[in-house]
Nanobody
Framework: HVQLVESGGGLVQAGGSLILSCASP????????MGWFRQAPGKQRELVGT???????KLVDSVKGRFTISRDNAKNTVYLQMNRLKPEDTAVYYC?????????????WGQGTQVTVSS
């Protein structure tokens, strides 16, 4: 049972920024890609984006130009820089080892970190 630990969430005003971190067990960090996902109240968990071991990133259209994914392979950590946040970005954010498409995940879900964007 591998445990991913997300951190960095909080309450921020619209237009603000946050950076999330995800510490991953080494056993799954370099299997494929690492992905960020989010789940808003009453909605299904959705993909935010992925980053491959080599650093190639993919982001969903709703966050392109605002969010950036990066990773530190030496620390088994992946980051999500979120700029120009909008109220619709409010969600619990999760990370997981994933396929580069984000369609498949390899680990168990962690607790996530809550991001709340006020208008």
């Amino acid at each position: 049972h591998v445990q991913l630990v997300e951190s960095g969430g909080g309450l921020v005003q619209a237009g603000g920024s946050l950076i999330l971190s995800c510490a991953s067990p080494g056993s799954i960090f370099s299997i494929d890609a690492m992905g960020w996902f989010r789940q808003a109240p009453g909605k299904q968990r959705e993909l935010v984006g992925t980053i491959t071991v080599g650093g190639t990133t993919k982001l969903v259209d709703s966050v392109k130009g605002r969010f950036t994914i990066s990773r530190d392979n030496a620390k088994n950590t992946v980051y999500l820089q979120m700029n120009r946040l909008k109220p619709e970005d409010t969600a619990v954010y999760y990370c997981n080892a994933a396929s580069s498409s984000g369609n498949f995940v390899y680990g168990s879900w962690g607790q996530g970190t809550q991001v709340t964007v006020s208008s």
